[in-house]
């Protein structure tokens, strides 16, 4: 995925920081563990999130050990151990980040990601094997997306769905226990953050797309007339904001329906750090200029 | 039932006053109108019950009279009394009301002719789907074919009204929005000094 799921930092307690950075950790060291080590740059916040949702709605108790790493060599740092949850959102960040690779590869021809891809697939290859249900629905929904791509979509809600529809599935999928009301909330704020990411991205992605002659549904919903890119930015910003938005709200609701642990990490990350995000993106920040590892 | 100062997320023991407080922020956060048009309406009116039940429980225990809030919620959510609609119209309404989406969508493809009802039902049916920008373009051409429609303008100010309680949750949340800083502190006091001394009056001597 792409990195914007991210909580705002200055708004949680230290327990909660510490508890959500050994979560980080945690994913980071499962994707080495079962995927091989290179696999770990693939680390982002979006599978942090799903790990960390997952985990609290599964009611895991989770595993505290203070480990080294690479990346901190010489402090040890709380890391979560053995959770199901994490591990499942290892596989799917591969499985997720060598489509993403493989589509690069499509696209620009970048032999970066041609690179990057041929590292990872042993990994991608263990994680396929181990959720083949996922993989299913992942590969349907990008065999979507890249339908609604040729086609040249007009509406960024259609282009959307099935982003929507996957992230709906991998969390419903990752949810452990069978109950069919509590599946409900849940699919709709995997819907609705699916799509969420996908439109945010899609405005990130405006001016490298005008660029490269990329499609872009936001380029076609809002008819850009080759005027200067910042002009139509400014012009469909307050469209795009009140979707987004109200995607989050949405996403907000069905959380509210839900008993799970760590509900103050939680709802930081949904009502405050998405939403910073969101103003972030669409003044014009780039997101990877304000991700920092942790 | 689970326990009831769990659900209304005060501590055991908690005040009359303190229960009410919750009790009213609970059923501002559940209320029906914030999961209309939404296919987790069931669940909301599931959890705003159990929010009631344990409410009247605690307040019997208090051995007070409940307040009006009990007695309100019964009308929650019931009251859809729709005026004349054509038959196809109502069978559509129908299956948005019970979720059958799918239906609702083949139902509206029959219809030849699009007035206004019709691009608000298509609204409400994105809506349900998820697809919020479609939406809010639907119900926006249902305000303008028919501008007097309160039930249309009610669908827009709604999606509208959920972003602002989204952002205010938020905003509310954060810890520096919670009293005021010294910098407000200072140009009230301030400005109260200048009215005062308006007025003939001093409230700060020095300045």
């Known amino acids: 995925m792409f990195g914007y799921i991210v909580p705002d930092k200055g708004e949680m307690k230290i327990k909660e920081y510490e508890l959500f950075r050994a979560y980080y950790c945690g994913v980071c060291k499962s ?264 | 039932m689970r326990n009831p100062y769990e659900v209304l997320g005060v501590r055991e023991g908690a005040s009359v006053d303190e229960i009410k407080r919750a009790y009213k922020e609970l059923v501002r956060k559940y209320h029906p109108d914030q999961y209309r048009n939404n296919p987790l309406s069931e669940l909301a009116e599931e959890k705003l019950k159990e929010i009631n039940q344990a409410y009247d429980y605690l307040m019997k225990q208090h051995e007070q009279k409940n307040t009006g809030y009990s007695s309100q919620n019964s009308s929650y959510g019931k009251s859809n009394s729709y005026g004349s609609n054509t038959t196809l119209y109502s069978q559509i309404r129908m299956n948005i009301m019970s979720g059958n989406i799918q239906a609702a969508e083949a139902l509206l493809n029959r219809v030849t002719v699009k007035d206004a009802e019709w691009h608000y039902l298509r609204g409400l049916i994105f809506m349900r789907k998820g697809w919020y920008n479609e939406a809010v373009n639907s119900i926006s051409i249902a305000v303008n074919m028919d501008p007097s429609n309160m039930e249309y303008r009610d669908a827009l100010n709604r999606i509208a009204y959920a972003n602002n309680r989204y952002q205010t949750y938020g905003y509310d949340r954060r810890y520096s929005a919670g009293g005021m800083d010294l910098c407000t502190m200072c140009q009230c006091l301030i400005c109260s000094d200048c009215c005062c001394e308006c007025m003939g009056g001093d409230l700060i001597r020095c300045i």
């Open chain 1, 31 to 294: 994707m080495g563990k079962s995927l091989g080590p290179l696999c770990r740059f693939g680390l982002n916040y979006d599978s942090v999130f799903l790990g960390l949702f997952l985990s609290s709605l599964n009611n895991e108790t989770v595993d505290l050990k203070k480990e080294n790493c690479i990346a901190n060599p010489f402090k040890k740092k709380w890391v979560v151990k053995n959770s199901k949850s994490l591990d499942f959102s290892a596989d799917i960040n591969i499985l997720l980040t060598y489509y993403k690779l493989l589509d690069d590869w499509k696209d620009d021809r970048s032999f970066l990601a041609r690179f990057a891809q041929i590292i990872i697939s042993p990994g991608f290859k263990k994680a396929l094997m181990r959720n083949k249900e996922a993989q299913q629905h992942i590969k349907i929904s990008l065999e979507q997306l890249q339908i609604i791509e040729e086609r040249k979509c007009e509406s960024m809600d259609e282009a959307a769905d099935p982003f929507g529809q996957m992230i709906k599935v991998i969390l419903r999928i990752g949810c452990q226990e069978e109950n069919y009301k509590k599946n409900k909330a849940i699919e709709w704020l995997g819907y609705n953050i699916g799509k969420w990411i996908y439109i945010i991205d899609a405005f990130d992605d405006i001016e490298k797309d005008i660029k490269k002659k990329n499609y872009n549904p936001l380029l076609f919903q809002f008819k850009y007339n080759n005027e200067e890119v910042e002009e139509f930015k400014d012009r469909i910003k307050e469209e795009i904001k009140f979707n987004l938005i109200h995607t989050l709200a949405q996403a907000a609701s069905a959380f509210e329906l839900l008993d799970l642990k760590n509900k103050n990490i939680i709802e930081n990350i949904l009502y405050l750090g998405m939403e910073k995000k969101t103003k972030t993106v669409l003044e014009g920040r780039s997101c990877n200029k304000d991700e920092k590892p942790l």
